[in-house]
């Protein structure tokens, strides 16, 4: 992991750099929230990587075992972003017996096994003490993730995307919000077009992550990952994971695209980029039609019972029956406590997060030329799971 280390240390550099040569292009210009963020946050913020890269070289030193755990038959819930892969995730991770998966805690303060056991140690501490850091740590995420909570519930405890383990090695898609310029982190949204070392390298990070995870967990259970933005990555994640699982999400292109766009709207204040929200539509129009592309690619020539594929608005309607068939087509146990979690499931309540595709200038036209063909092989897959229940199709 050492040359994902110095590269990763290059462009933490070369993007502080870069945010004073770019500032003129007007996608960060150099304004008062954008210099408290690149002089007072985002050092904090690469501290706290070199923090973890410490974390990483004591886990070579003290738990070497950790190299040794298999990973066997992950599930990867992946697709396009704001199609529900957040439910499908903490539904099925509800079954802690047969998945572990990622919190929110350990996904950002604790990538490590060194640092997951110094946050676990903490925590009790703070227990013996009626939980006041618990307290304080609630109130803080509250106030941090404000409306974005009603988009994404943000919790510390909760399920959590396990892309967050690669914001140390660079390889966080969501560093894109705060530079915008940078060819590196856009192409992490269209992965199979990034070289195949740095493909490799990102991949062995992530491969290292879910070993440690899964170190010293009793039962031997199986990794449970949800990630939107590695939609583009799937066809790496199989030939690295041949006994893997595909659970993939997909929306109507133009809603999508919309409910991406709206929920990008308060990263965008916070990082100080694209204030005028003229290039973020642009950009995400192109990850959003690269990725409808390749999953629908990915989906006709993966295996049969190693995918299947869900549409939104028909696991809105009837999301027991459609996980219920999911889980029969990959083979994946139905437990107890997962047959309790389906049976608790209803329809969804209305969502508060309103958003309109005309509001960052497209037409539903434009869309459904762009990606409406792509979206359509998608429908039409052998994988794609349909209810009965309903008229869908």
């Given at each position: 992991?050492?040359?994902?280390f110095?590269?990763?240390m290059?462009?933490?550099?070369?993007?502080?750099?870069q945010s004073?040569?770019q500032s003129?292009?007007?996608?960060a210009p150099l304004?008062?929230?954008r210099?408290?963020?690149l002089f007072?946050?985002?050092p904090?913020?690469?501290a706290?990587?070199?923090?973890?890269?410490?974390?990483h070289?004591l886990?070579?030193?003290c738990f070497p075992?950790?190299?040794?755990v298999e990973?066997?038959?992950?599930?990867?819930?992946?697709?396009i972003?704001r199609?529900g892969?957040?439910?499908?995730?903490?539904?099925?991770?509800?079954?802690?017996q047969?998945?572990?998966t990622?919190?929110t805690?350990?996904?950002i303060l604790?990538p490590?096994?060194?640092?997951r056991k110094?946050?676990?140690?903490?925590?009790t501490i703070?227990?013996?003490?009626?939980?006041p850091?618990?307290?304080?740590?609630?109130v803080v995420?509250?106030?941090?993730?404000?409306?974005f909570d009603?988009i994404?519930?943000?919790?510390?405890?909760?399920?959590?995307?396990?892309y967050l383990w690669?914001?140390?090695?660079?390889?966080?898609?969501?560093?894109?919000?705060?530079f915008?310029?940078?060819?590196?982190?856009?192409?992490?949204?269209m992965?199979?077009?990034?070289e195949a070392?740095?493909?490799n390298?990102?991949?062995?990070t992530?491969?290292r992550?879910?070993?440690?995870h899964l170190?010293?967990k009793k039962?031997?259970?199986?990794?449970?990952?949800k990630n939107?933005?590695?939609?583009s990555w799937a066809g790496?994640?199989?030939?690295k994971?041949?006994?893997a699982k595909?659970?993939?999400c997909v929306r109507?292109p133009?809603?999508?695209?919309?409910?991406?766009?709206?929920s990008?709207?308060g990263?965008r204040?916070i990082?100080?980029?694209?204030p005028?929200g003229?290039?973020?539509p642009a950009?995400?129009?192109?990850i959003?039609?690269?990725n409808?592309l390749?999953?629908?690619?990915?989906?006709?020539?993966?295996p049969?019972?190693?995918?299947?594929?869900l549409?939104q608005?028909?696991?809105?309607?009837?999301?027991?029956e459609?996980l219920?068939?999911s889980?029969?087509?990959?083979?994946?146990?139905?437990?107890?406590?997962?047959?309790a979690e389906l049976d608790k499931?209803?329809t969804p309540?209305?969502s508060?997060?309103c958003?309109?595709?005309?509001?960052?200038?497209f037409?539903?036209?434009?869309?459904e030329?762009?990606m409406?063909?792509?979206?359509?092989?998608?429908l039409n897959?052998?994988?794609?799971i349909?209810?009965?229940s309903t008229?869908?199709s």
């Amino acid at each position: 992991m050492l040359g994902v280390f110095i590269r990763s240390m290059g462009l933490h550099l070369k993007w502080f750099g870069q945010s004073f040569v770019q500032s003129s292009s007007g996608l960060a210009p150099l304004n008062g929230r954008r210099l408290v963020f690149l002089f007072f946050a985002y050092p904090a913020f690469v501290a706290a990587q070199l923090l973890h890269w410490l974390g990483h070289l004591l886990d070579e030193i003290c738990f070497p075992g950790y190299r040794k755990v298999e990973v066997k038959a992950p599930v990867f819930i992946t697709g396009i972003p704001r199609s529900g892969t957040t439910f499908v995730h903490r539904t099925l991770a509800a079954d802690d017996q047969q998945f572990t998966t990622v919190s929110t805690w350990e996904a950002i303060l604790a990538p490590s096994i060194t640092e997951r056991k110094l946050v676990l140690t903490f925590t009790t501490i703070d227990r013996w003490f009626g939980h006041p850091i618990k307290r304080l740590s609630r109130v803080v995420t509250r106030r941090l993730s404000g409306d974005f909570d009603d988009i994404h519930e943000v919790n510390l405890s909760a399920a959590e995307e396990d892309y967050l383990w690669l914001l140390p090695a660079g390889g966080c898609f969501i560093m894109l919000l705060a530079f915008p310029f940078s060819p590196w982190l856009k192409q992490l949204g269209m992965f199979d077009r990034m070289e195949a070392s740095a493909r490799n390298g990102l991949l062995r990070t992530y491969h290292r992550c879910i070993q440690k995870h899964l170190y010293n967990k009793k039962g031997n259970p199986r990794f449970l990952s949800k990630n939107a933005a590695f939609g583009s990555w799937a066809g790496d994640l199989l030939q690295k994971y041949p006994d893997a699982k595909f659970i993939i999400c997909v929306r109507d292109p133009l809603s999508a695209l919309s409910s991406q766009l709206s929920s990008l709207q308060g990263a965008r204040a916070i990082f100080g980029t694209d204030p005028h929200g003229t290039h973020t539509p642009a950009l995400f129009r192109e990850i959003f039609a690269h990725n409808y592309l390749g999953l629908g690619q990915f989906l006709e020539t993966c295996p049969p019972q190693t995918a299947v594929c869900l549409n939104q608005s028909e696991l809105r309607a009837a999301s027991a029956e459609l996980l219920a068939a999911s889980l029969r087509h990959l083979d994946i146990e139905r437990t107890p406590a997962l047959a309790a979690e389906l049976d608790k499931l209803k329809t969804p309540t209305t969502s508060k997060h309103c958003h309109q595709a005309a509001d960052f200038g497209f037409e539903k036209t434009e869309i459904e030329d762009c990606m409406g063909p792509a979206f359509g092989v998608i429908l039409n897959s052998g994988h794609r799971i349909k209810p009965r229940s309903t008229g869908h199709s």
